[in-house]
């Protein structure tokens, strides 16, 4: 795997920072202090990057919309309550007023009701202030005919209330256990990506692309077609955070590392769609010494708008998406990007060093994107590992003897906690490692293998022995 040095990266990122000089809007640092006390972006700063194939202005900021708010004010991504379409009509209104106009959906996200709910907001406003992208999500054997994938495709359109899609994609490719014959089957065997292709030439689909999860074979037998003119990709979907920059497969060998993926699509002039600038939400949940490493270093900027920025600054990214819940979120990563601030080479030194700290922690690579859900069996995957993650963020797992000082309190936090995120029908302990999940984790851990052996130091923690 190559390994792009700091100075390299830096390089990377300042040539596109020129080039696209012309898109940039200044703003003073007093501005840029007021707005992060405030929580209230200025209209008119957004910062935009030019799409090289319709030459179109596309927010460096997208909206990932697999997240929207239900009447529970939760996320429809996490519970099954009504999504509250009021609400995301007002955030919608509120993000294209301060010039957001990526909108990225798929059939899958919300229980299904992603695209239906994102094409009654977008609806209420003219087609030319807004770019839809959304999916080829035939994920399910039952999906994968030519008839059932065209279906799901005129039903997106049908959904959105639009008569053309601007950015469409292969959904996660590289996933499954077998993730060529995956490949072949969803797109391949059933002439699909032909059927694509001819949509791209009558103008329903204006730009071709793909998101990548997982085997890097995949990627690279994509990149290879577009070298060899077999099919052209106008853009790719990748995941880049300061973590996975080069900590990926460190972590799971089995995942890539952002350099290598951003550099590929770099070398041809593929612009790079972001999603997982922070990993859903594991570079903004961090512990508290690495949010007061943060703070020290900028007291007027969240820890959020340091991951966000770092995705934004590479020259080829074309937009960076957020999953954004509640108005607040909204509001404070418009702040980031209107207009950007791209890190220089002493903040790519200091995020490294914050990637050191993170991938120190060892905590399980779960991105709470759900794909592995629903289990068979009941078990809430992502809170067990989520609730795991942060006891060891918090220092609440038991790393010694019980006659330590700190383990009562670790014990106790680890226990009382799991049971109120996690009724106990749901926990770790009704995993009988079938294995389904595995298929489908976009970071391709072994969640079999995680419910065993979190299952086993609960029932050591409660019988007073545990020891990690």
């Known amino acids: 795997m190559k390994d792009i040095s700091r100075r390299d990266f830096i390089k990377l990122l300042g040539g596109g920072i020129l080039a696209s000089s012309s898109l940039l809007t200044a703003c003073s640092s007093k501005k840029e202090e007021a707005q992060a006390l405030n929580q209230e972006p200025q209209e008119g700063m957004m910062t935009y990057r030019r799409d090289p194939n319709t030459k179109e202005k596309v927010s460096l900021l997208g909206y990932g919309m697999m997240r929207l708010p239900t009447l529970s004010n939760s996320s429809a991504r996490e519970d099954n309550d009504a ?14 007023k301060h010039g957001v106009n990526y909108f990225d959906t798929s059939p899958m996200y919300c229980q299904g009701l992603s695209e239906y709910s994102t094409g009654i907001a977008l609806s209420r406003h003219k087609r030319s202030e807004f770019l839809i992208a959304t999916k080829m999500s035939n994920m399910e054997p039952e999906t994968w005919s030519k008839k059932s994938s065209i279906q799901m495709f005129k039903n997106s359109l049908k959904q959105l209330r639009v008569d053309y ?20 089957s969803r797109f391949m065997d059933n002439g699909i990506l032909d059927w694509l292709v ?57 995942n890539t590392n952002a350099d290598y993926l951003y550099d590929e699509l770099l070398k041809r002039g593929i612009p790079a769609v972001i999603m997982e600038p922070l990993l859903g939400g594991r570079l903004v949940n961090v512990p508290d010494f690495i949010v ?20 934004g600054t590479p020259k080829n990214v074309l937009t960076v998406l957020s ?68 006891c060891i963020n918090e220092g609440n797992i038991a790393s010694k003897e019980k006659q330590d000082a700190a383990y009562r309190s670790q014990r106790r936090a680890f226990l009382i906690g799991y049971d109120r995120e996690v009724p106990k029908l749901r926990q770790a302990d009704h995993c009988i490692g079938c294995g389904q999940c595995n298929e489908k984790c976009p970071q391709r851990i072994d969640i079999p293998k995680e419910m065993e052996r979190i299952d086993k130091y609960t029932e050591d923690l409660r019988s007073g022995r545990a020891t990690i």
């Not at 899609?165 to 072949?184: E, P, S, V, W």
């Not at 692309?209 to 077609?225: E, K, N, P, V």
């Not at 270093?297 to 770092?310: D, H, I, M, T």
Request: overall charge negative.
């Open 292 to 311: 007061e490493k943060m703070k020290r270093r900028e007291p007027q900027l969240s820890v959020a708008s340091w991951a966000l920025r770092f995705a």
């Open 165 to 184: 899609i601007d950015y469409y994609l292969l959904h996660c490719i590289g996933r499954g256990g077998d993730a060529l014959a995956n490949f072949n």
């Open 198 to 254: 001819e949509q791209k030439k009558l103008g329903i689909i204006k730009n071709l692309g793909f998101s990548y999860h997982g085997d890097i074979r995949i990627f690279d037998m994509l990149l290879s077609w577009h070298d060899e003119g077999k099919y052209h990709w106008d853009f790719a979907q990748i995941e880049l955070n300061y973590l996975d920059w080069r900590y990926a497969k460190e972590i799971n060998p089995s």
């Open 323 to 390: 999953g954004m819940t509640f108005m607040e979120h909204l509001k404070e990563n418009i702040i980031t990007f209107s207009p950007l601030k791209p890190l220089n080479a002493k903040e790519q030194d200091f995020l490294q060093q914050v990637a050191d700290d993170i991938f120190n922690l060892k905590t399980i690579p779960c991105n709470d994107c759900k794909y592995c859900m629903p289990c068979p069996y009941g078990i809430d995957i992502p809170g067990v590992l989520l609730h795991y993650n942060k």
């Open 83 to 96: 999504i509250d379409q009021e609400m995301v009509n007002r955030e919608v209104d509120y993000a294209i």
